[in-house]
């Protein structure tokens, strides 16, 4: 059993040998994005061997100079190994979650979705007419005002040991609709730690908060892919591939889900059975798979999904690896395309949840966008499908936001100068390097506004076939089909802008904020977004970035009933728009398909 | 693959070859009594080969000139062979439970544990802002008045496609502490069956009724023994079992359950999904077995259980093969000896339920016994260990109520006259003829009041070793033992009633009426009873038979509302009296182990 040692991880295993490489990774708990399938065509899994031998399939591509390998064509001989991964998201702790991410709970209003009483439980007494569950009723009834009383069967296995400790005993329990649930006793010497999990399954990754209930302290935060991406990159796809395969996609969401429980449970050293609620925001098309629901019919007219909201479930019934009798609850959705996630998200960003009367925009940017416009009065939803460009995906040297990505680059007297995350060799560029390199081509008039490229810098450029490509580095290059769709992705969401401020009758200059949530944001340079055309140029003082804000919803939720409640409030408030019923909005769109707007004095913007 | 076929239930499979003739009963779904475990010692399991050779373990027991072999011993070889099962329970319909049992229903108070309404769902429309579970909340609350809905997830699971069918659906649902629940839907061309099970669980047997829910109607009774028997004959020695082997216990008898359902629908040729409802009672400890929680400190001071009444269940996590939403009721129990059985039985027995102010006294025989006494202003119970003599158990040639068992018994000038059960063969002695034994043998004076053989018929009697035999048949004796064990059994019991009554201040003069329950009670004379001094004499006409009152019980609550309020009403009218902590207890009992009893004219009682 050879050892193989993962970098920048530093996780080492005993590897089953022969095994292939990858299996060893997902032994080791170590993501490596493999969106083919391992089929070892899409190259996005390259990771360095930096000492010992794998054996490499024939024909598949490595690069022997940089001893570079596609992990998923690599098996493991005899011989320990220590292999850096190059795209790999654990190991770099917020690396995709901003940890300053703002989460706006007060917390004086902690009320977390499971709750927790000392109880001293009446001595046992000869025919006193008590069983052990009456007595631990009438002392719940001393402390607790409840009309009925429930308790999940494998506690009240344990109920008659635990209530003659000597000790105190304290319950875990949740009130839903006027009953109360016990969920589990902590008697005696046991352990009374007490954790919950919010979870944003989003359609490329999923990202796992673990937080104390008692302090609301968040442990850990894990981001992990989704590993329904392999069955397709955009929930349109996900649907279609549902129909025959609902179960798979089922199991591919938990697995990645139950995934992180373990490594977030292993990393706070403790047992996933203290885990004892969750919180889970997702778009609706997400949580339908989650669910184990085939949204079919949120593709055909009349465009109804299954649920918008749900009451609790029990994390057994869901197969979620915490304890079974965690409630779970998820963030109520508003239409097909704008799901729990914006609910969440909107729950999050304080305007929106504050009611202010300031009139804000809020942008999720990712495979699918959505859209918010409102302000204490109305907010209007609406969602596009920009595709996988910003995310990485569809742009040939595509990745996304990971180690040894491309995300800053920079032209200087003819001179090209790129940053990458984690300062690691380039690999590929990520969605905010696509829109740094397009936004600086497009200043130094390298590309046109229609995405083409001109005569400049000719010795980057190779036009002997299409498309024409243009080299960042010596490997790396950014293709005229790549720029086009970025071009489409960035038409895709300001056109939905556009459409949702001609239904209010409102301008630009009425906006006082533009929120931008999603991952891909932290990387992103604002005035590259507003240059290629992405956000409107309302001034920079007015964007504000505020990062992963489904997750930090979902947070919110877990650890306050106020919160739950604005929740369900917001979910009613938001009037959902469907595009694709607006007459103008394909008109909006073709008009969007340049940099940065075909008329670049429309409706009050400017470059 | 020999062909098996067991008579007389006309069954036939094809078995494995080799393989234990045992395991092919099992497989045919042909009950057989092991209560030794299928060691081979209790000769209990004797069945006869009628067609065909099996193989025989060496040295156990057989007997050539019968063909008769133990089961548990023998082998199928590579032959057909024809199997007539001696004492098995099956395919002799209504032999344990007796069809006429009065179950005292009013249909116009009809509210089954399970209800269904049928709905027309409003078709989706585009933009309309409702999901298909926001059409079916909304036309469900056109229909039915409830705050909050839940919904099983495989039901969600299936909503989707139900409600797009052209036809109307069907809706069955529970409501428990306010909150409707929906367990399923049938929707398009699918059937609308709709069954619910009572279930008793004793501590020897297990009876299971299967319901139509629309009309009440019984469709199938079965009774099987308690796949337990092999761990212990009575309460106590399964608690002490279930100290290491709870869960042995538990699979136990949810496999005898399991496999009646499988049987009621079998024979009724349905789904068991079609099940959704369930309304069990048993005693104490057989629904904490149930249930898998340890009884043990219901047999240590101060013998606290761990519950009395207990919430809804639902199938799936009790582990029943029905339909796994389906709300399972579990009837209230009252002490830690007089369970939830008691309670139903006290519930179908109608002056009891209908809070009559005569005076009764209500009689359960088993390996426990259970008596209550009272009427509408008071009712007392208490429980007694009467042993497994009335089930056949602890006397030599001792067998349940079954096929081929002695259930009569008279002589006449000196000729033994027998009947049996299914007029088969005679195999052993159940319960009911170890009284009309006794009682015959008394009334010839072939046994004295201490239950010693006299010197009557001494061609019968065997002396020779310890105990002294009396031959019934030429290889059926009941021995001074075997009456020892019965007048220590009818002394518990007697003594028991005593107790009640000297609690009370009441005479035998004060009852109106005795209720005897239990199946044991269809065969036994009740004459025979009288004279060995089971029940006091208080006049035929007062003593009435009233069979399996538990599943009665259990069958009112599973389709009557005002039953299930009835039901919590009784137990907490039931007073529970401790025997061990009664003074006069021990008293009564010593002086109880005489043919009638020690004083003729004590308390009122005349022989």
Known sequence: MPKIKFLPQNIEIEAEDPAPLLEAARLAGVSVETPCGGKGVCRK?????????????????????????????????????????LAGLYGEEGQFDDLSTPVYLNNSETDALIKHVDLTIAKPALLDGFSDFDRLEKALKNKIDFEVLKIALDVLHDLPDKIRTPHDIKIFY????????????????????????AIDIGTTTVTLWLIDLYTGEIKSRKTDYNAQI???????????????????????????????????????????????????AGNTVMTHLFLGICPEYIRLEPYTPAFYKLPLFNAGELLLDINKNAPVKIAPAVGSYVGGDITSSALSTPLISDKSEEIILFFDIGTNGEILLGNNEFIL?????????????????????????????????????????????????CGSGIIAVAAEMFRHKIIDAAGRFTNKMPDRIKKDKKPHKFYITEQISISEADIDNLIRAK???????????????????????????????????????????????????????????????????????????????????ITYIDLSGEAGYMDEYLAALFIPHTDLNAGGFSE
Chains 1, 2 share one sequence.
Do not use: W
């Open 45 to 85: 899994c390259l990771v360095k061997i930096l000492d010992g031998k794998v054996e490499v399939q024939a024909g598949s591509y490595r690069n022997h100079k940089e001893n570079h390998v596609l992990i998923c064509q690599a098996n493991i001989i005899n011989e320990p190994v220590t292999v850096e991964i």
């Open 174 to 197: 949740y009130i839903d609709a006027g009953i109360l649930n016990i969920a589990d006793i902590s008697g005696g010497a046991e352990s009374t730690e007490n954790y919950g999990i």
């Open 230 to 280: 392999e069955c397709g990159l955009d929930v349109i796809t996900r649907i279609n591939y549902a129909q025959k395969h609902l179960e798979e996609l089922r199991d591919r969401v938990i697995r990645t889900i139950n995934n992180l429980i373990k490594i977030v449970c292993a990393e706070n050293n403790m047992d996933c059975k203290k885990i004892r609620a969750a919180a889970i």
């Open 381 to 429: 939803g609406c969602a596009c499908s920009a595709g996988p460009a910003f995310e990485g995906g569809g742009i040939e040297f595509g990745m996304r936001a990971s180690r040894g990505a491309i995300d800053g680059f920079k032209i200087d007297n003819g001179e090209i100068h790129i940053t990458t995350i984690g300062d690691a060799p380039p690999v590929g560029i």
């Open 491 to 573: 038409g895709a969401m300001f056109s939905a802008c556009r459409t949702l401020l001609n239904n209010t009758g409102l301008t630009l200059e009425d906006i006082n904020k533009i929120y931008i949530a999603g991952s891909f944001g932290k990387y992103l340079n604002i005035t590259d977004a507003v240059t290629i055309g992405l956000f409107p140029d309302v001034g920079k003082d007015k964007i504000i970035y505020i990062g992963n804000s489904s997750i930090a919803g979902a947070y919110q939720t877990l650890m306050s009933g106020s919160k739950r409640e604005k929740e369900r409030e917001i979910a009613e408030r």
